[in-house]
C-alpha cells in the first residue's frame, strides 16, 4: 500500500494540463473505515498540500460532526477524489477533476481498501461515476440516500459555491445531516 502511495504522489500523468503543477492530494489505510470520495482538491488544498483545508472542509467536517484530529487520520476517513489535483479555476468555481486520473487509480485504490464500511459520494462528479441507476439529480440522489445505502451516501458537495443549493434544500440539513452524523458515530 505505501507502494501504491508512493507511485500516486509522483503522478504527473496531466502535468501539462494543471495551472498550479501535479501534487496529487489522496490518502488511505488498510483500515480505512470511511471514503469521502469528491471531485478534486481546491486551490487552497493544493497550496497548503492538504485536502479539506478549506471553507469546504470545515462545513464538511461540521456535517459529519467530527474534529480535524478525527477526520485527518486515514483509518477514519479515506481521502479519494475523482481527480487528486487541483484543475484550475472556472468561470463559477473550479474546473472539473481531470478524467485521467480515476480510471488510472481508482480501481488500484479500491483493491487496498477491503475494511471500507462506507462511502460518501460528495458532489454530482463522484456520484455520476459510482451511483450506477442513480437518480438524475444530484438533489434526488441526496434526498433518497437511503436506496444507496450500506455502501453509498450521497452529498452535495459543501462548497460556498453551493450555498444556494443549501437554501433552497433546507431538508438537507434538518433531515439528512442528523443521518450522516449517526452512520459516523457507529463506525468511529
Not at 470511511?34 to 461540521?62: T, Y
Not at 487528486?84 to 479555476?89: H, R, V
Not at 483493491?111 to 461515476?129: C, D, H, N, P, T
Request: a positive charge.
Amino acid at each position: 500500500m505505501n507502494g501504491l502511495l508512493t507511485e500516486i504522489k509522483k503522478c504527473d500523468h496531466c502535468a501539462q494540463h494543471l495551472p498550479l503543477g501535479p501534487y496529487p492530494i489522496v490518502s488511505f489505510t488498510a483500515k480505512s473505515k470511511i471514503v469521502l470520495l469528491s471531485q478534486a482538491p481546491g486551490r487552497k488544498a493544493h497550496q497548503h498540500q492538504k485536502a479539506w483545508d478549506d471553507p469546504s472542509g470545515k462545513l464538511l467536517r461540521h456535517w459529519l460532526q467530527v474534529d480535524d484530529e478525527t477526520f485527518y487520520n486515514p483509518d477514519n476517513f479515506a481521502i479519494l477524489p475523482m481527480g487528486f489535483c487541483y484543475p484550475g479555476k472556472g468561470k463559477t468555481g473550479d474546473l472539473p477533476p481531470r478524467k485521467e486520473c480515476a480510471p488510472l487509480w481508482h480501481d488500484r485504490i479500491w483493491e487496498q481498501l477491503k475494511g471500507v464500511e462506507l462511502v460518501f459520494l460528495i458532489g454530482s462528479y463522484a456520484q455520476k461515476e459510482y451511483l450506477k441507476g442513480g437518480y438524475d439529480t444530484l438533489t434526488e440522489n441526496v434526498r433518497q440516500y437511503h436506496e444507496f445505502l450500506p455502501r453509498f451516501f450521497p452529498l452535495p458537495h459543501p462548497s460556498p459555491v453551493n450555498r444556494f443549493w443549501r437554501m433552497k434544500n433546507p431538508w438537507f440539513e434538518k433531515e439528512i445531516v442528523p443521518k450522516l452524523q449517526d452512520k459516523v458515530k457507529q463506525l468511529i
